[in-house]
């Protein structure tokens, strides 16, 4: 079974939403923040620095994890999940050469989809100053 864990990323503001998910040529991935009913402009960047695998899906098809005891969308954002399905397919079709063990799986929650980012790494949050990264 599946369990949610809500997760903290330092930096992020209490209400936003996330949008644009954009995977770079170095290998990089980036997910742009926004504050809610703010503007269309991005106030901080999820980065992973790496990443083995990402999706969006709309939310309609996640409706079992939402029931999870620990899934309380209004309260947070972010999640990890541990025994997570999907890391545990990613190992079987991997024919179980790939250390799961190592892996984070994060999940950002949208009203209408969720992003889920698997990696090695823990994302960090860049700030924006007029449209530059700090």
Known sequence: ME?????????????????????????????????????????????????DAYRVINESYRLAMLDCDNIKPKENQVYTALNSRWLNWLEKE????????????????EPEYTIEVISYDKPTVNLFTDCRET
Do not use: C
Request: hydrophobic letters at 35%; zero cysteines; glycine letters at 4%.
């Open 94 to 109: 991997s024919y179980e050469t790939q250390d799961i063990e190592m892996l984070h799986h994060y999940l950002f929650l």
């Open 3 to 51: 369990n949610y864990f809500p997760h903290t990323l330092e930096g992020l503001p209490t209400s936003f939403a996330v949008n644009l998910i954009t995977s770079t040529f170095d290998g990089e991935l980036w997910i742009d923040v926004y504050l809610r009913n703010k503007g269309p402009r991005p106030t901080s960047r999820i980065v992973f620095p790496s990443y």
